[in-house]
């Protein structure tokens, strides 16, 4: 037998689902590797879970690469660190590892590797596995005006959560790629003169995984980002920044089991016919949209029409106070619809920034039950290489 611990993960990654399972209302966006949706660094963390337009840093592989041609830095590398599911268990958490490196004036390359470990599960006859998903990709950024840049990512997945007595069961792969775009330029507010900051990130545009030989097909997560951010400078040492992001899932929403219950004319609430739902929903069609063609859907096919597909669209708002770009303050809140995931939560932050290195640290306040991440501390340190080459120097 599993242990609980394979029961606990579950509740993990679809942390909501048993709380509104039985309101027909409740159908969120399911993807497969779902580990490409959990935020990766601790400043992004802090402000809500946002990042596509706030001001360019090491970390923007994840959110925006089109933002690393205006980082004032040569070149850098971070490591972040998320536990997960912190309160249950110990040996479940989410590694990312990201470098960038300016060419000349214009441009620049990037890359990342992101490590989800599901820690160790003990499975019938005293075996173990460890299963984890990984994701490894590259990026090129070029800025097309002084005002102006774009970014085109690929990226390999890698998700391996087969149990090794599962002969139906075997590892799965996908390929994907990012499109990215970002705006940056002054304003002028009164008698500030501000930084504006746009950004737009088409991500994980790719092909479906498989974790049964091709039997059946499951989409990744393919999102689109939109954001706005707004620094403004209070006085020569001190500033503060106002960001925002929307997301929705490019991916089509599945057909309900309600909706499978009352074409076939089933007693509603009846829960014996989930193996038959299954065989239904390669009959309706959903399991052969193609990932290109499922992006277009995902704007119109919600079953509760318009109103349903608004609340498919999440996001979160931060502020960020920063003395001197050497200490900063950080908070944010992060809203999901109840019936398309439930994630509501605030979050705060600080970050320590020297020549050398920065350290970021983000804690996570959940105002919804069951989510992984609540009242767990997430830490990102990321190093300068212009200011290691400095160090080595002297």
Known sequence: MVKNKVLLLVLGVFCSLTLYAQKDMFNPVYTGVTSLSIAPDARAGALGDIGVATEADVNSQYWNPAKYPFNIARAGASMSYTPWLRQLVSDIDLINLVGFYRIGDYSAISGSLTYFSLGEVFVENEMTIKPYEMALDV????????????????????????????????????????????????????????????GLNASNIG??????????????????????SLLIPIDEYNTISFSADINKLMVPTRPTYSQFLEEKGYEKGDNSYFSEYQTWLDSNGYNDISPISGIFKSFSDAPGGFSEELKEIYGGIGVEYCYNQQFSLRGGYHYENEYKGNRKYFTVGAGFHMNVFSLDAAYLISTAQSNPLDQTLRFSLSFDMDGLKGLFRR
């Open 207 to 228: 092909t479906k995984i498989s974790y049964d030989d091709g039997a059946t097909y499951e989409f990744i997560p393919t999102n689109l980002r939109l954001g706005a």
């Open 139 to 198: 990026a090129y950024s070029r800025m097309l005006s002084e005002t102006f840049s774009a970014a085109i990512a690929l990226r390999y997945i890698y998700s391996d959560l087969q149990y090794n007595y599962a002969e139906d069961m075997s590892p799965g792969s996908a390929f994907a790629a990012d499109i990215a775009m970002y705006y940056n330029n002054y304003i002028v507010l009164g008698n500030r003169e501000c930084m504006l900051g746009l």
